[in-house]
């Protein structure tokens, strides 16, 4: 009887101490995986930026495209708090356009906070009533012939009898027409440079592509990954060069474009691609 009831007692004392270390144990695994309160890890920035990189004052509005992943802060510096991240290929919109401390203020999801403008690349930007002129200038263009040394084109832009022919291999091509032009040609009607250049169907030619390269009052340098809505991109080497207006898309891969690209194609509108030889110009007040 006596053993009986020690017996019962031990069993008893045993199970209690088994639920006890079970209950300990459950309580960790709670407390690991529901913690009362950690902040938010951001992502990793390095330190050398990239080559697809926004800087300058932008227009508020544009939209940026995140190349990695990239913090959004709640200040202009990497000590203040992360707020989120911004994953690859997202976008956001550009709240302020002067940066501080190369961060700019922008709206991700509904979320405000400042971000790294060298994580970026320029996606569009709210264009202006000038560059649309300029714009629609390109699109009247569009369909003319090559012509060497030339800028003349219809607001109308051109049909059977009038876009012209370009034949053999510039500069010493042969053009029957009347209207056309080549790619600098072309481009100082778009910008309308100098100022005096207003009529499409005055022939004008003011510019080569080795003015373009250079910078002055009317234009000047950017860089490739603020492009925007009629800017130009341009190259020259060895005396040879090519200038384009672009229209969108990604200034270092993919973008559509206008410009009087050569003899056999003309004046076209389309998609292409430029390799680091071409730099990124805009005109002066777009």
Same mark, same amino acid.
């Given at each position: ?7 019962a ?16 144990m ?24 990239s ?64 971000t ?24 009247s263009?569009?369909?003319?012939g ?26 010493s ?17 778009v910008w ?28 000047g ?39 009087? +690209? ?13 390799d680091?030889?071409? +730099? ?7």
């Amino acid at each position: 009887m006596v053993a009986s009831s020690i017996r019962a007692v031990v069993v008893r004392v045993a199970s209690v101490a088994v639920f006890g270390a079970f209950a300990s144990m459950v309580a960790c695994v709670a407390s690991d995986e529901f913690p009362d309160s950690e902040a938010l890890r951001g992502a990793d920035e390095p330190v050398e930026s990239s080559s697809h990189a926004v800087s300058g004052t932008l227009v508020v509005g544009s939209t940026l495209r995140s190349t990695t992943n990239v913090n959004l802060r709640s200040g202009a510096t990497t000590s203040a708090s992360v707020l989120r991240v911004v994953p690859t290929g997202a976008t956001v919109t550009v709240v302020q356009g002067a940066p501080s401390n190369g961060f700019y203020q922008v709206n991700h999801d509904g979320l405000v906070g400042w971000t790294s403008g060298a994580y970026y690349d320029l996606v569009t930007v709210p264009s202006s009533p000038v560059i649309e002129a300029g714009m629609s200038k390109a699109q009247s263009a569009m369909g003319f012939g090559y012509w060497w040394g030339h800028g003349r084109f219809l607001p109308e832009g051109p049909n059977a009898s009038n876009k012209g022919q370009c034949s053999g291999s510039c500069p010493s091509c042969t053009y029957v027409g009347s209207y056309g032009g080549d790619c600098s040609g072309f481009v100082a009607k778009v910008w309308t440079v100098p100022s005096s250049n207003t009529n499409l169907a005055t022939d004008s030619h003011p510019y080569s592509t080795a003015d373009f390269h250079g910078s002055n009052s009317q234009w000047g340098d950017i860089t490739r990954g603020a492009v925007k809505r009629g800017d130009a991109m341009v190259y020259r080497s060895g005396g040879a060069g090519h200038i384009f207006i672009y229209s969108s898309g990604d200034a270092w891969g993919t973008m559509y474009t206008y410009e009087c +690209k050569g003899c056999a194609a003309g004046c076209v509108y389309g998609s292409r691609t430029a390799d680091s030889s071409y +730099k990124a110009i805009r005109r002066t007040g777009w």
